[in-house]
Structure formats: C-alpha cells, structure tokens
C-alpha cells in the first residue's frame, strides 16, 4: 500500500476507526504528517510525508478530496502574519493527533509584534480538529479564528483566551458572512485571567443558515458582553448543551443576540456567573424581538454558590 494512503491514529470523525489507527473514505489521503524532522529512521521521515510546518502540510492537498493533514503530538508553531493558511484547499482535514486536553495536543500560538495575527478559514468543508490555539501571545489578539466559508468543523480543540491581566484574546472564533452551516462542537475555551474578552464566540456574518454552537466549554470574562454574541443574521441555527461560565463583575451575559433576521433556538444549555446578576434576563439576553425569532428551551443559570439553577428565560404561560 502507499505511503500516502497509512492510516493515522488520533481522529475519529472520518473514516473508520480501529485500535490500530483510522482508514480514510475512498478518494481521501493522509497528505502529510506535520511535526518535528527527527532521525531517519523514523517511520513518518522514512514515508516522505513528514514535513516541518502546517502551511507545507497544507500544500500538498488536493481540493475537495477530504485530504489529511496530520499534525504530530508536541508539535508548535508560532502565528505572527495573516497568512499560514494560504495554502488552504476545500475538503482539507487539519487534525491533532494527541488526546484531547494533553499536553503533547499540537499548539499554535498567535504572537508577533501585530495583534491582527489569524487563521482565515475561509474554504469550504475544511476540518480543524485536535489542536490547542494559545491566543495570548501577544496585548489583545483581535480576532485569530476568522469562519468565512461553509461547512467549516471546529471540534475538540482547546483555546487558551487569556491568562493574565493584559494578554486576553478579544474574540477569539468569529463567524463571519459566507459561514453557512458552520459547526463549532466539542471545543473548551479557557481564559485564566483577570483581563476582559469582548466575546468568546462571535457570529456576526449575514445569512450565515444553520450554524450549530454544540458541546462547548466556555469558561471567558466578557463585560457588558455576552459569552456567545449573534449580531448577524441566520436562519435555522442551534446553540446547545454548551456549559458556559461567566466570570466578569460588570453586567455579565451568557447568550446574547441582536434584534436582527434570526431564526433559531437556544436549548439546554448551562450558563454560571460569578458575581450576582438577574438571571432571568441575564443568562439568554435578547436587544429585542420585533424582527428576532428565537426560542429558548431548557436553559438552565445560576450565580450562587452552593444553590442549583433556575430556568432562564423564566417559562412560557400556557397559551
């Protein structure tokens, strides 16, 4: 069998998975493993696969084929232009191959002497998975994860928003217009610091239908601001079974969105504050509804310690 065609352990969202390592979908191919060039020996150096950077990775996939580009456990790089995806195609797979929340989950971190330093996914039906994004290399990173294609998959990756009192990342995930059916499931976004997010997520894009917010740790301090944040528009989109905490002391939300062409719904998501808010209004916070359609179903908030969570918004009358 090819080189080209080993399977590759660390992935589980195509293909098939054994104990042995995953078979890729007839058509698709592992295009390269990302990592460190060890001795020769090594069986990824010894396959002509291995190369030093993603955007090396990225080059040698094939457009709208599922190609795979494997990013090896431990491997780093550092973010400082706008341009390490360039090389994206359409149908590429970028997967970290490390367990989730390790320590040897290969990182990215967006530094440099520019607070703009980003990944503009802006392919069609391109895969990020497994991979840690450390967004406080640099005084308020802007916005490093720019969705602007549809079809796009975040899953289980980890994103470090901040830890300390300067180095928070602004938004870290932005859902830009052209993110149709963007799928963000499975991810933790962590911010240890006292400095302030201005969202964790944001969608913001025009007609981006059937977006999915689904799974997430969100852990952020977002003042006035909320935690997930729809300015845009969209139909059809879910947010759910996101647990989200909200540790800023001024007028924190968890959900918010705009008086703006959505049509959607909000369900069974947990939503915790550290300071003392009116939960009811708080945790899914809407500027209006006159042109908004959105419904909440199953929420739960709390900003007590020691208490459970109470339904938020509070529940429809029988009608």
Known sequence: MPS????FTGNSSVGQRTAFGTWLPPGSRVAAYVGPQSES?????SSSLLVPTLAAGLARCRAGKGDVVAVLPGHTETVSTTTMLDNLVAGTQIIGCAPFGSGLMPAFTFSGTTTTSSWALNDANVTVKGLKFNLNGADSID????ISADSVL???NVFNCGTDTALDCDVPVSVLT?????????NDFITTGTAVNTNIILVSGTGVNGFQIIGNYIHGNCASNGLINLTGTAVGFRIAYNTLHNVSGTSPTGIAHADTALVGVIH????????????LTGAISAAGVATA??????????DEDSLGGVLAPTA???E
């Open 4 to 7: 080209e065609f080993l399977p």
């Open 293 to 302: 359609s959105v419904r909440s179903i199953s929420n739960f908030a709390c």
């Open 143 to 146: 916005a490093p994860i720019l």
């Open 154 to 156: 975040l899953v289980e």
């Open 268 to 279: 069974d998501n947990r939503i915790a504050f550290t300071t003392d808010i009116t939960v």
């Open 41 to 45: 020996t090594d069986a990824y150096s």
């Open 178 to 186: 052209g993110a149709t059916n963007c799928r963000i499931v499975n």
């Open 316 to 318: 429809t009358g029988l």
